[in-house]
């Protein structure tokens, strides 16, 4: 079965840094784009960035460049989604989800839940 | 970058009746890369239709898309009480990721 398991919700201070994780599995990791997108509380699905595992080729959204870092380690198939520091408003829930060049995402993770709160 | 807008921000219908949900691009999608999502509270999307007017596999035949070029449309034939819901566009072409549109919420009248 192909599968994206992310790991688990997570809480945090303003300021903290958090690398969150999604593992592919029952596909070649290599062989598919992994994108990360954000769902505020009561808002619609924003595309993050995406990354390439075979070639680590990763690209992101104007909304987010140089505020998240987007990264793979093809050896355990897992993708990350990286923050520096924190702030309230990246409370949300972030989902990966697998697609490719002409196709759309046909793959979700259930989503990681990210709470930045003082 | 394509910019996706759905509407109507809201649907209120009742189970049986039909419902017409629309996006527009603002530039043409190229080979009809347009996909539908379904997103119930507490889940992840789920992807119904791609290539404009393609069920995705296990959706049932009530879920259609049509449309080319800027304007796409999802139709539900006949409301069931399990397709309340959110529904999202998105616009995938050659490069990923692609753009999703803001939603449209069906409810229950």
């Known amino acids: 079965e192909v599968q994206l398991v992310q790991s688990g919700a997570e809480v945090k201070k303003p300021g903290e840094s958090l690398k969150i994780s999604c593992k592919g599995s029952?596909?070649?990791?290599?062989?598919?784009?992994i994108g990360w997108v954000r769902q505020m509380p009561g808002k619609g699905l924003e595309w993050m960035g995406i990354?390439?595992?075979?070639?680590?080729?990763?690209r992101y959204s104007p909304s987010f460049q140089g505020q998240v870092t987007i990264s793979a380690d093809k050896s355990i198939s897992t993708a990350y989604l990286q923050w520096s520091s924190l702030k309230a408003s990246d409370t949300a829930m972030y989902y990966c989800?697998?697609?490719?060049?002409?196709?759309?995402?046909?793959?979700w993770g259930k989503g990681t839940t990210v709470t930045v709160s003082s | 970058e394509i910019v996706l807008t759905q509407s109507p921000g809201t649907l209120s219908l009742s189970p049986g009746e039909r419902a017409t949900l629309s996006c527009r691009a603002s530039?043409?999608?190229?080979?009809?890369?347009l996909a539908w999502y379904q997103q119930k509270p507490g889940q992840a999307p789920r992807l119904l239709i791609y290539?404009?007017?393609s069920r995705a596999t296990g959706i049932p035949d009530r879920f259609s898309g049509s449309g080319s070029g800027t304007d796409f449309t999802l139709t539900i034939s006949r409301l069931e009480p399990e397709d309340f819901a959110v529904y999202y566009c998105?616009?995938?072409?050659?490069?990923?990721?692609?753009?999703f549109g803001q939603g449209t919420k069906v409810e229950i009248k």
């Open positions: 989800a697998r697609t490719s060049s002409g196709y759309p995402v046909d793959v």
């Open positions: 029952g596909y070649s990791f290599t062989s598919y784009w």
């Open positions: 990354i390439y595992p075979g070639d680590s080729d990763t």
């Open positions: 530039q043409s999608v190229s080979s009809s890369y």
């Open positions: 290539g404009a007017s």
């Open positions: 998105q616009q995938y072409g050659s490069s990923p990721p692609g753009t």
